[in-house]
């Protein structure tokens, strides 16, 4: 499960959105890279969950990942149903990378590629290029171990992205 990921931070889920954080209740030199492997991750076990156990031939579940870094406001909203919740540019601007991704894909602000270039460097990063951001205007974005989303959608099997970042993983061992 990836609640049980020790480098991430579940904050919370809305309908088909779940949003987790690092480097937030401890301090974390490397949390972009965590992000990004966590990102991996929840691409890897969506591939591998049927959406209806019932009728296999349905396929798997297919998701959107997009990430951002930047400082981030945190409290606890409501007294009868008290949650945590993180406030800030940081947050909507994570929220647009997820929402302007594509399935299967990981989708970052050019923020969080400089970083994943110094705590990553081993990790793909690709230009997307500029695109228009709802908000926040133009912005140059990155897709993210862009190598294995391509083949997953050349071959139009999504579980496909499994095997070939667990190829990858063996590679760097």
């Not at 989708?107 to 793909?124: D, M, V, Y």
Request: proline share 4%; charged share 25%.
């Amino acid at each position: 499960s990836l609640d049980l990921l020790p480098f991430s931070f579940k904050v919370e889920t809305i309908g088909d959105a779940y949003m987790a954080v690092t480097n937030l209740t401890k301090d974390q030199p490397d949390h972009c890279k965590r992000i990004a492997e966590f990102a991996i991750d929840a691409i890897r076990v969506a591939n591998q969950t049927l959406i209806d156990k019932d009728d296999p031939k349905r396929g798997f579940v297919n998701i959107r990942v997009g990430f951002h870094s930047g400082p981030v406001v945190s409290n606890v909203v409501g007294s009868r149903n008290p949650r945590f919740c993180l406030f800030g540019d940081t947050v909507n601007t994570a929220s647009r990378m997820e929402s302007n991704s594509s399935v299967n894909r990981i989708h970052c602000s050019i923020t969080s590629a400089e970083l994943l270039r110094e705590q990553h460097p081993s990790l793909k990063l690709n230009p997307r290029g500029t695109i228009e951001v709802k908000g926040k205007g133009e912005m140059k974005t990155f897709w993210v171990n862009e190598d294995a989303a391509v083949k997953s959608q050349r071959d139009g099997s999504s579980r496909s992205i499994f095997k070939i970042l667990k190829k990858g993983k063996k590679s760097k061992a």
